[in-house]
């Protein structure tokens, strides 16, 4: 599509300090924050009404501004710490060397890391405001010339690092934003937040219990709950938190081909058979992508039919597994999806479990997406035979809305994860260490250091209960119902999938006033693949909302709305409704 | 060993509220905090002298302490939120609901973020104080009884919640602290810390520019920044982070696969030849985990002899090479160390530079601990010969003291990356996006999801100027030296390998009295192995220090003391010799 210019879309009037056209919503937050707040009320108020920054246009010229413009941030003063106003510090004097460990960095480290926590508590005000932008978009190389992002031989001092900071925010992406619907991962938990700034300040790393008693045994406790949730009995089995959804499956396919032959730890791929996998043809692109890493190759990744819903259909998979089998193939591995990326399909996990059994192949479940409903008692039946599987991935920075990286990958089978993956590596895993080992996890993962996932899913499934995460995903589907059910019938939309959402996606084509007319054939679907890339980047330069598109199959782009976000509510989707229509009716 | 309970050294006196025994530091504490900051003075003040926290010990009598005991934290109304403080909510009668986005949850979301601050910065002064334990330490079965961290169906009141993070730090290791030497990551930088705060509030993925523009331009930047150190022409080239070195490594070796056979994407290692890689025999073990992992196998990872000081022979390289060729072998990667683990030993990347060029195999170095002295000019000679390498992993989560997890893989050849990786999924990377598609790296990772973990180490190097990295990486260089010198001629010591340490890392046997006159012979090796783990056994329960031993080759149990910590002072090495000898003495 042509792509407008920054300037095209005439959104000068919002590029400035939000606060100058809106200033009763600041005096607002003044109040709020004075009445509930400590401490940091006054910093607050400031930030709100004179933030210091200027508004930065995409044409560069702000690009000074690094070193100016810092009103209310620091004083006058001329020395490094001053009496002039209390918790006030010239930053401009001031450098990281003046920071702990700095021998008397006590005082100016804690207002630092105050004056920082400020501009992100102002950070968070904004992302459930619905009069701030979701975003504020420019193209990388406007972002990249409007500011000086290099890095050199000299120190900044500590006024160009919170102006960093505030700078890097000003353009990120509120991705806690009622409007935010972009991705699988949307929202921004409070308690989960506080989790993750517990995590950053203990700075630890998973191997051993040595270095992270509390987060290992927490992560051995939430394990075996989730494994409770799948429905292994007592929870038993084992499992492990791992950089995302993608090294989750390819952890499942790494230990499914050890289970079968554990020679191929030592002689790889040369000793073995020629192996192959299936998975369903709306399986996400992980599967195939851990298959080229193993050395199994993509082309062993065997794609079964999918129904018009998106669900893979048995019958076909045992008609493939039959036929690997007769061309000399062993068949080691099948990748259910629960919960598919863009219909959000679950496949028939009892059937497929069936068929696993009967051919004794490592049965996986890439829940991913759809896990989460295990913790409703409304919606959990959608994954009924994954207490049969062999392995469960589960990321709980998707539907259960937990910052991100959190995803889990569960595995029916104890020590089979350590014996696949260890190397007994002597300067970490000690073996005569006074406690008990079976605590150092580290061996079992692919991974050395290990970041610290667990503590923000463990807090908040505390601060929530079970049933505070079964609400939360009751009201998400609830509110996808709710879309599903305005646009159905009405006049220019077209549904891409027929009948109600199984999870929260709703996927439809707008169907502009001037393409409702036209007869279904090959010229409309060519117009029409171009109408959701042009409202979305519409979208995107407004900063008004953020919704996906994409192609699929033989289907032009369509919209894919998905709702995972605690902080939509109907009127979001009434709004979405509207920008639409709205940004694509001229189209 | 015989494992000592926790009751077996008398530490008790250290057990309960430190302050109550240090009332001095508390009180410094309350006028540095009175005296520069704006609005915390009052609550660190209170967290410092009643924290309210009962002391645990570890036969689980406080059990029931979760739901009470929270002097000063809670106000004693009966309504959520009152007057009788300022800043003060009656937590016991607030739950996460109760926080944003719920209708009105500004309040109270911004007095309980704050108060979780406040306990971080509790803890991150506790952390540079010298008279703090390191670590707190009990038994995993101790710490499992000692209170309920059970997940539950009910949600937890907000005052559990703060409660539930102060006993997590209470128990976490403090791998900042001066004195904690345990691993090859330390320190706590206040830069790095402010950076993943900000990390988390911004919680989103690195996988398209169109969701994280900022962080993926300063990842652009400083790739390109990184492998002008490496000293590849204008910084040209590649690269990717990664969660974490054992990741990068295994990258290496994909690419390195794919670079000498692209059909290994499709067909999987059965169309390929017998693959060899060779590493010395004192590399990490992830070089063998990936080659696990990538279906090469372990029998596949040709282990090359090193020296007595740990480096790898290039002779002995070569004629493996040869070897290997003879038989039939396809030799197609070499990963060179710049820093192994126990030893800190820089191979001779020239020399290996020239065998890879001459047999045409990838060279990869492993810098993930010893790339930090990339950054000083006094010892980045010692990395002579990377810019030759094809790929480099460097983690500046190590020497560089960036807060986990930060580690890069970079690589010479563009584009390599994506052809070995890219799956064209078209529902998240759809190529009608409106801005330059080249700024969405996430096709050419691994993962599909990826955390960000770039913002901590830009902001840092924005803080500290390179020459900021420079002077700390002089300055623990300086003092393995110093301890080197130390220990080298002092009786009772013995060092496992001669010379000046060439990285932080500096090994050594601590001999007590009782075996100093003893015959060099096998009765005293296996006596010497079992000196390291009772001292470290005995340190973790005094909570004094930490340092890490291990057994290595044919050699027992010897400390390898490492620095990377910024906090770190010649008095902490005084400290750590003294203490070591107190508590060995009677071995």
Same mark, same amino acid.
């Given at each position: 599509?042509?792509?407008?210019g920054s300037?095209?879309?005439?959104?000068?009037?919002?590029e400035g300090?939000?606060?100058?056209?809106?200033?009763g +919503?600041?005096?607002?937050?003044?109040?709020?924050?004075?009445?509930?707040?400590?401490?940091?009320?006054?910093?607050?108020?400031?930030l709100?009404?004179?933030?210091?920054e200027?508004?930065?246009?995409?044409?560069?010229?702000?690009?000074?501004?690094?070193?100016?413009?810092?009103?209310?941030?620091?004083?006058?003063?001329?020395?490094?710490?001053?009496?002039?106003?209390?918790?006030?510090a010239?930053?401009?004097?001031?450098?990281?060397?003046?920071?702990?460990?700095?021998?008397?960095?006590?005082?100016?480290?804690?207002?630092f890391?105050?004056?920082?926590?400020?501009?992100?508590?102002?950070?968070?005000?904004?992302?459930?405001?619905?009069?701030?932008?979701?975003?504020?978009?420019h193209?990388?190389?406007?972002?990249l010339?409007a500011?000086n992002w290099?890095?050199?031989?000299?120190?900044?001092?500590?006024?160009?690092?919170?102006?960093?900071?505030?700078?890097?925010?000003?353009?990120?992406i509120k991705?806690?934003?009622?409007?935010?619907?972009?991705?699988?991962?949307?929202?921004?938990?409070?308690v989960?937040?506080?989790a993750d700034?517990?995590?950053?300040?203990a700075?630890?790393?998973m191997?051993?219990?040595?270095?992270?008693?509390?987060?290992?045994?927490?992560?051995?406790? +939430?394990?075996?709950?989730?494994?409770?949730?799948?429905?292994?009995?007592?929870?038993?089995?084992?499992?492990?938190?791992s950089p995302?959804g993608?090294?989750?499956?390819?952890?499942?396919?790494?230990?499914?081909?050890?289970?079968?032959?554990?020679e191929?730890?030592?002689?790889?791929?040369?000793?073995?058979?020629?192996?192959?996998?299936?998975?369903?043809?709306?399986?996400?692109?992980?599967?195939?992508?851990?298959?080229?890493?193993?050395?199994?190759?993509?082309?062993?990744?065997?794609?079964?039919?999918?129904?018009?819903?998106?669900?893979?259909?048995?019958?076909?998979l045992?008609?493939?597994?039959?036929?690997?089998?007769?061309n000399?193939?062993?068949?080691?591995?099948?990748?259910?999806?629960?919960? +598919?990326?863009v219909?959000?399909a679950?496949?028939p996990?009892?059937?497929?479990?069936?068929?696993?059994?009967?051919?004794?192949i490592?049965?996986?479940?890439?829940?991913?997406?759809?896990?989460?409903?295990?913790?409703?008692?409304?919606?959990?039946?959608?994954?009924?035979?994954?207490?049969?599987?062999?392995?469960v991935?589960?990321?709980?920075?998707k539907m259960?809305?937990?910052?991100?990286?959190?995803s889990?990958?569960?595995?029916r089978?104890e020590?089979?994860?350590?014996?696949?993956?260890?190397?007994?590596?002597?300067?970490?895993f000690?073996?005569?260490?006074h406690?008990?080992?079976?605590?150092?996890?580290?061996?079992?993962?692919?991974?050395?250091?290990?970041?610290?996932?667990?503590?923000?899913?463990?807090?908040?499934?505390?601060?929530?209960?079970?049933?505070?995460?079964?609400?939360?995903?009751d009201?998400?589907?609830?509110?996808?119902e709710?879309?599903?059910?305005?646009?159905?019938?009405?006049?220019g939309?077209?549904?891409?999938?027929?009948?109600k959402?199984?999870?929260t996606?709703?996927?439809?084509w707008?169907?502009?006033?001037?393409?409702?007319?036209?007869?279904?054939?090959?010229?409309?679907?060519?117009?029409l693949?171009?109408?959701?890339?042009?409202?979305?980047?519409?979208?995107?330069?407004?900063?008004?909302?953020?919704?996906?598109?994409?192609p699929?199959?033989?289907?032009?782009?369509?919209f894919?709305?998905v709702?995972s976000?605690?902080?939509?509510?109907?009127?979001?989707?009434d709004?979405?409704?509207?920008?639409?229509?709205r940004?694509?009716?001229?189209?």
């Amino acid at each position: 599509m042509a792509s407008p210019g920054s300037g095209f879309w005439s959104f000068g009037a919002e590029e400035g300090n939000k606060e100058a056209e809106n200033p009763g +919503t600041a005096k607002a937050w003044c109040q709020v924050a004075q009445k509930f707040t400590g401490g940091i009320s006054s910093k607050l108020c400031t930030l709100l009404y004179g933030e210091g920054e200027k508004s930065s246009g995409p044409a560069g010229k702000d690009k000074e501004e690094l070193g100016s413009g810092e009103k209310g941030m620091a004083c006058n003063c001329d020395t490094k710490a001053c009496d002039c106003q209390k918790g006030q510090a010239n930053y401009s004097l001031l450098y990281s060397t003046d920071l702990l460990p700095s021998k008397n960095g006590e005082g100016v480290t804690m207002t630092f890391l105050q004056d920082v926590i400020d501009i992100l508590l102002q950070y968070v005000v904004q992302t459930f405001d619905r009069s701030t932008k979701v975003i504020d978009f420019h193209y990388p190389n406007e972002l990249l010339q409007a500011y000086n992002w290099e890095l050199s031989e000299q120190p900044q001092s500590l006024d160009g690092i919170l102006l960093n900071c505030k700078t890097s925010l000003k353009y990120a992406i509120k991705t806690g934003h009622p409007r935010y619907f972009n991705q699988l991962s949307t929202g921004l938990d409070m308690v989960g937040l506080a989790a993750d700034w517990l995590t950053s300040t203990a700075n630890t790393n998973m191997f051993t219990y040595e270095i992270a008693p509390v987060f290992v045994l927490l992560e051995y406790v +939430t394990l075996k709950k989730m494994r409770e949730m799948i429905g292994w009995p007592g929870g038993s089995g084992d499992g492990i938190f791992s950089p995302g959804g993608a090294i989750s499956n390819l952890y499942a396919m790494l230990i499914a081909r050890f289970k079968m032959f554990p020679e191929v730890k030592e002689k790889g791929m040369a000793a073995l058979p020629r192996l192959v996998a299936f998975t369903s043809e709306h399986s996400h692109f992980s599967v195939k992508k851990g298959a080229a890493a193993l050395g199994i190759g993509t082309d062993s990744v065997i794609l079964i039919k999918a129904d018009e819903r998106g669900k893979l259909i048995p019958s076909d998979l045992e008609r493939r597994i039959i036929e690997a089998k007769q061309n000399g193939y062993v068949p080691f591995f099948v990748s259910a999806t629960a919960g +598919t990326t863009v219909y959000g399909a679950f496949d028939p996990l009892i059937s497929i479990a069936d068929i696993c059994k009967k051919y004794q192949i490592w049965m996986h479940v890439d829940a991913a997406w759809g896990g989460g409903l295990l913790m409703s008692r409304k919606h959990r039946w959608k994954l009924n035979g994954a207490d049969r599987a062999n392995s469960v991935t589960w990321n709980p920075h998707k539907m259960m809305g937990v910052p991100l990286q959190c995803s889990a990958l569960l595995v029916r089978e104890e020590g089979l994860m350590q014996n696949c993956n260890q190397m007994h590596a002597s300067y970490l895993f000690q073996q005569d260490k006074h406690y008990d080992l079976s605590y150092d996890t580290g061996d079992k993962a692919l991974q050395c250091g290990r970041h610290v996932d667990i503590f923000k899913l463990w807090l908040m499934w505390r601060a929530k209960g079970t049933t505070g995460f079964e609400a939360h995903i009751d009201k998400c589907l609830e509110l996808s119902e709710y879309l599903y059910n305005i646009i159905k019938n009405r006049e220019g939309y077209e549904m891409v999938i027929e009948g109600k959402p199984q999870h929260t996606n709703v996927c439809f084509w707008y169907v502009p006033p001037s393409l409702r007319n036209m007869e279904d054939n090959e010229e409309k679907m060519n117009r029409l693949s171009k109408v959701a890339p042009t409202i979305k980047a519409r979208m995107m330069e407004y900063g008004t909302t953020m919704v996906s598109y994409q192609p699929h199959g033989d289907k032009g782009n369509f919209f894919r709305m998905v709702i995972s976000n605690p902080a939509a509510a109907h009127q979001d989707i009434d709004f979405l409704i509207e920008e639409i229509e709205r940004l694509g009716q001229d189209l």
